[in-house]
């Protein structure tokens, strides 16, 4: 019963900045945490960043990591991913969804996804 929409993506040159936003409904609040992958072409859905719903824990995979900032605003059920020094690897379709194992970085341990939003990143 978890819904998830994506919004915040677009087009950005190198070294630029983008936030990306994900406002859940259904029950979020019965899974441990949020967090947020992505998706290049060619290439597997691969762990960006998570953060639990309580506390101040984050983590984020060492690609994004002293660039990205994972946040959450939990009176509207919304997290957002602040990237700044965008690089063209970044570029990829990024999803958010709900997990009950923080420290776990597969795919497979969450669910609820959003359609996405496309972050195309040029050079």
């Known amino acids: 019963q978890v819904q998830l929409v994506e919004s915040g993506g677009g087009l950005v040159q190198a070294g630029g900045s983008l936030r990306l936003s994900c406002v859940a409904s259904g029950r979020t609040f019965s899974s441990d945490a949020m967090g947020w992958f992505r998706q290049a072409p060619g290439k597997e859905r691969e762990f960006v960043a998570a953060?639990?719903?309580?506390?101040?824990?984050?983590r984020y995979a060492d690609s994004v990591k002293g660039r990205f900032t994972i946040s959450r605003d939990n009176a509207k059920n919304t997290v957002y991913l602040q990237m700044n020094s965008l690089k063209p690897e970044d570029t990829a379709v990024y999803y958010c969804?709900?997990?009950?194992?923080?420290?776990?970085?597969?795919?497979?341990?969450?669910?609820?996804w959003g359609p996405g939003t496309q972050v195309t990143v040029s050079s």
């Open positions: 969804g709900t997990t009950s194992r923080y420290y776990c970085s597969g795919v497979g341990c969450y669910e609820g």
């Open positions: 953060i639990r719903w309580s506390g101040d824990s984050t």
